[in-house]
């Protein structure tokens, strides 16, 4: 096995090869410039080194830019290189409860604390870049085994339901309508990343996705 360690500057992005297949773990970088190189170089420098590689898997460890923004990118604009045959997330999409946790990454994305490079949301850049290709995604959760030798430790579901419930708690006592606003986008939202875990991606659905996030928030901030 050999491991590979990619210069992304601030973020993080390294490949485990064996003889049989090759896991890239995350692809992003926060900086907009690596050793005096503007970011979109690098990008491309390690998307060559990876098309070197017959058959290779994702693992998204969480949704930060520095974890994620080469992967849009190279969705984006080297469709030609992009070939990953499964992508792993996170699970914090299969429990109806995660609905609420993922109101608060939307939370986070309005309030400009977790957006992802370029003007659109994070969590539909990511699910348009997965849609636009039809990618099998696989959720991963702490003990969760995969690639026959790898076991996950994150996301420990009871762990973020906790810290989701107190946030959650204390943030709807003042902010009741915007935060069941969320929630309901947010549930539409955990229902299109299962749908893609079941290779029914549907197109149409995130665009009402994304009408309905600027119909109820961009459009109306002053619900927040």
């Given at each position: 096995m050999r491991i590979r360690m990619y210069n992304v500057g601030f973020g993080d992005c390294f490949c485990i090869r064996d003889r049989k297949s090759s896991l890239l773990v995350d692809f992003g970088a926060a900086n907009s410039k690596i050793?005096?190189?503007?970011?979109?170089?690098?990008?491309?420098?390690i998307i060559s080194d990876l098309t070197t590689i017959r058959k290779k898997n994702l693992l998204l460890t969480h949704f930060h830019p520095d974890h994620v923004s080469g992967l849009l990118y190279m969705m984006r604009y080297r469709r030609d290189a992009y070939e990953f045959e499964k992508i792993y997330l996170p699970d914090v999409f299969s429990g109806p409860e995660m609905k609420y946790t993922l109101a608060l990454l939307l939370l986070a994305d309005v309030t400009k604390k977790a957006s992802l490079p370029g003007r659109r949301v994070s969590l539909f850049a990511l699910a348009e870049a997965l849609c636009a290709r039809k990618v099998k995604i696989d959720l991963?959760?702490?003990?969760?085994?995969?690639?026959?030798?790898?076991?996950?430790?994150?996301?420990?579901?009871?762990?973020?339901?906790?810290?989701?419930?107190?946030?959650?708690?204390?943030l709807i006592e003042n902010h009741e309508n915007a935060m069941t606003e969320l929630v309901n986008i947010a549930e539409e939202v955990r229902q299109l990343f299962l749908s893609m875990r079941r290779r029914k991606q549907s197109r149409n659905l995130l665009h009402c996705l994304r009408r309905l996030w600027w119909k109820r928030i961009q459009r109306n901030p002053s619900t927040l």
């Open positions: 050793e005096g190189r503007p970011r979109r170089e690098v990008f491309d420098v991963l959760s702490r003990g969760s085994e995969f690639e026959g030798k790898y076991t996950a430790l994150w996301p420990d579901l009871s762990e973020v339901s906790r810290e989701t419930e107190d946030v959650f708690n204390s």
